[in-house]
């Protein structure tokens, strides 16, 4: 059974940085990309960050760009995002989830796996 438990979340001021971790259990971590995708109260789940296995490729959404960052450790079977410069429009549930291949996608219906998520506030 594959587990994602994410961590890190909590309250920032606007300017400040959180980091997210995700370990994952019940799989070989280091065969399958990554992602982080976020989601607030009435919209849809939307794209962060994608990471390859070997971490070597990665992909961000423009919102994040530049002040994001996506790594993995893959010794430590855990998945990181790395968040600086927050803004209030960051304010959101933050999930890591896993696709069944190894292919790095930015796409949310590729993934079958996902984590209970963690909030991440942003005050102003």
């Known amino acids: 059974q594959v587990q994602l438990v994410e961590s890190g979340g909590g309250l920032v001021q606007a300017g400040g940085s959180l980091r997210l971790s995700c370990v994952v259990s019940g799989r070989t971590f280091s065969r399958y990309a990554m992602g982080w995708f976020r989601q607030t109260p009435g919209k849809e789940r939307e794209f962060v960050a994608a990471?390859?296995?070997?971490?070597?490729?990665?992909s961000y959404a423009d919102s994040v760009k530049g002040r994001f960052t996506i790594s993995r450790d893959n010794a430590k079977n855990t998945l990181y995002l790395q968040m600086n410069t927050l803004k209030p429009e960051d304010t959101a549930v933050y999930y890591c989830a896993a696709p069944p291949g190894t292919q790095i996608t930015t796409r949310e219906y590729e993934y079958d796996y996902w984590g209970q998520g963690t909030q991440v506030t942003v005050s102003s």
């Open positions: 990471i390859s296995r070997g971490g070597g490729s990665t």
